[in-house]
């Protein structure tokens, strides 16, 4: 039996592989991911960045453990027709003790609607963790929303300054 060269077979398969892969990367930097929980700005900047691109079961992880809404199927019907949320904050500063941490973070929201409309809240969330020093053990509990408090605004996004908490 005749051997045949080893470039003469795998190049077609490279070729295949190679053509393949290449709208998988194409797809791959069109998609986009936020997760930073490293302020309680930045963890309600996460929570909307997920809820505008419907990445539902995302934005719910960010509430701590016995805060979530009960019901996640109404809880993400409530945002079926949000199309993209901006937010501005407020002032906040930690109020730690007793080996956990708090912060009152006064917010104004902007809720863009799948028809163009917009409606602006304001409000504030209620943020929790617990100190690093004190999380001994797994699983590791990082920074979450225990609670929101918003309200609809007559005012527009651009008029209206986040109150305090």
């Given at each position: ?12 398969v ?5 053509l ?7 797809a791959?930097q ?21 809820i505008?691109?419907?990445y ?5 992880s960010?509430f ?7 019901a996640?199927d ?25 080996g956990?941490?708090y912060?009152?973070?006064p ?17 504030c ?14 699983p ?10 918003l309200?609809?605004s ?12």
């Open positions: 039996m005749p051997k045949v060269p080893y470039f003469t077979l795998t190049t077609p490279l070729a295949l592989v190679f393949c892969a290449v709208p998988g990367l194409a791959s069109q998609w986009t991911y936020m997760d930073d929980r490293s302020s309680p700005q930045k963890l309600v900047e996460s929570y909307y960045y997920a505008s691109n419907r539902y079961v995302q934005a719910y960010y701590q453990s016995g805060a979530a809404p009960e996640f109404k809880w993400s019907q409530g945002y079926a027709d949000t199309k993209s949320v901006s937010v501005k904050f407020g002032s906040t500063a930690p109020d730690p003790g007793a956990q941490i912060w009152a973070l917010v104004v929201i902007e809720a863009i609607r799948s028809d163009g409309t917009s409606k602006v809240y304001t409000g969330y209620k943020i929790h963790m617990t100190n690093l020093g004190m999380q001994t053990d797994p590791y509990q990082p920074m979450g929303i225990v609670s929101a408090s309200k609809e007559s005012t527009s996004f651009k008029e209206t300054s986040p109150g305090s908490c």
